[in-house]
């Protein structure tokens, strides 16, 4: 069974880091291109960072350009996404998601398998 699982979440006051990851089960992360998104509630689900399959080309938003750094761990079958300098607007639930092929997209409809999201929430 093909699973995605988020973790890392939880509270951190503005100006600190957290670190998210994405475990895959069932499927070789490698040969995925992987986002990550984040929804808060009444919002669209917005596109924050990409990396393509195998050489990993990474992509931002303008959002979190300079602040997030997505990587991934072929061994591990994880993809991380690196939150620094968080705001209390970055506040949401955070999803990862895997797409068959090579290249990595900020939308969400280019996806085929979603991870069940993680709490963020940044407050003083």
């Known amino acids: 069974q093909l699973q995605l699982v988020e973790s890392g979440g939880g509270l951190v006051q503005p100006g600190g880091s957290l670190r998210l990851s994405c475990t895959a089960s069932?499927?070789?992360?490698?040969?995925?291109?992987i986002g990550w998104f984040r929804q808060v509630p009444g919002k669209e689900r917005e596109g924050l960072s990409c990396i393509s399959a195998r050489v990993g080309i990474a992509d931002y938003a303008d959002s979190v350009k300079g602040r997030f750094a997505i990587s991934r761990d072929n061994a591990k079958n994880t993809v991380y996404l690196q939150m620094n300098f968080l705001k209390p607007e970055d506040t949401a639930v955070y999803y990862c998601?895997?797409?068959?092929?090579?290249?990595?997209?900020?939308?969400?409809?280019?996806?085929?398998?979603w991870g069940e999201g993680t709490q963020v929430a940044v407050s003083s």
């Open positions: 998601a895997a797409a068959r092929g090579y290249y990595s997209t900020l939308y969400s409809w280019d996806y085929d398998y």
């Open positions: 069932g499927f070789d992360l490698t040969n995925y291109a």
